[in-house]
């Protein structure tokens, strides 16, 4: 076998036929998205586009991939998952949290790229982690508290997140830090209260000395996780602990967003991130080519710079992806490789519009019926199962009203909120029927 990729390209073909493992949307999500990386004694390294990402496939997937190596290969193979935006560090440790705090660990002030679109929010952060950016004691002073940092995704957010925890960390390793994301509060709640030990997960958030949540947002329109997090907001604030929460739009935009939170993000500082200018992006670019050890000239990074103008994240990829190539290639980087690596990140992360027919479209092609049942009057179990997945979807990913969605699919409105609520009802009762609703969001929102 020629190269590491050509392997991955069987293993892939292994995993599609293994349906009772894996399904179709989930081996394109979460499967054909990695990138080969390197192959090293017997462990096999595949790069990940986050942690979440990389937490999915490692709960779910690691398994599968292994087996489909030693199918391929013909002996034992231990997968790897490495962040993209994260070099590779050789002394990783087994488990899973040594290695998510290893893959962190290189997120810190020192490695954050300021600009004009960034400085404040910089400042900020560093004055939360007690820095000396700005003037005066946190422990004190409830002026940066909570500090709110917003923009769009890959802007370098969840950077300054764990730049704060890493800092704190290391002034005051005693110091109690809770970084967890909105889904993970939500998902956390919601198995407290199916296995009734929420004092276990109030203990755990209202006892925190800093508590970070990245996109908070998606709490938005959950009332039952917007209430647990008003009290713990309270608890903590009253204590005077540290609150520091990102989102991809600013708090006056969350239009379900109940008032008495509006009203909390309100009482610390709010602050956005702006797409960076080019001669941020030049000093990003030439940055993360020193951190992954990869020669790059002045033309190549302008080249880089001048074509990706929105996303940090898709920066730091396209070095990551040129270095994995420079690798496999023995090739020395290019003008060429350059245009052909930004092509490839910029199609890889333009994601379609969501719309109602695309909505109807994956939904039936998972349930196989076809796009006309599920806007027909058929009540067959099948059919009918799917018109709720549909409804539910166009409610939770499209932002649709009741009646907006009723009026699309010629039914009542008034019949609308009973499906939604029976779908999120099995999601609680059915993981497996949980895990095709979820995949299917995520396809949705990222394809």
Known sequence: MDSLNEAFEQVIRYCEEKTEKISLIALDKWIRNLTPYKFEGSSVYLLTENDFTRNIIVTHYKGLLEDGFESVLGFPVKVELLIKSMPENESRQESLEENRNEQFGNLTFENFVKGKSNELAYAFSTAVAGGTEMSGSISTNQTFNPLFIYGDSGLGKTHLMKAIENE??????????????????????????????????????????????????????????QQEFFHTFNDLYNARKQIVLTADIA???????????????????????????????????????????????????????????????????????????????NETPSMAMAQKVVKEIMIENHPQEITVDRVINEVAMVFKVTPEDIRSTNRSKNISRARKVAIYLLKEVKGMTYLDIGSELNKNHSTMTIHYQSVADEMTRNKDFKHIIEDLEKNLKNN
Do not use: C, W
């Open 168 to 225: 704190v960390r290391r002034k005051k390793p005693e110091t109690k830090i809770i970084y967890t994301t909105g889904e993970n509060f939500l998902n956390e709640l919601v198995e407290a209260i199916q296995s009734k030990n929420t004092s276990e997960f109030h203990s755990k958030y209202r006892g925190a000395d800093y508590l970070l949540i990245d996109d908070i947002q998606f709490i938005e329109n959950k009332e039952f996780a």
């Open 251 to 329: 708090p006056s935009k969350m239009n379900f967003l109940v008032d008495r939170i509006q009203s909390r993000f309100a009482l610390g500082i709010q602050v956005d991130i702006q797409p960076p200018d080019f001669e941020t992006r030049m000093a990003i670019v030439k940055r993360k080519a020193e951190l992954v050890g990869l020669q790059l000239g002045d033309n190549i990074a302008r080249l880089i710079a001048e074509k990706i103008k929105t996303n940090i994240r898709q920066l730091e990829g396209t070095v990551n992806k040129m270095k994995g190539l420079t690798e496999f290639t």
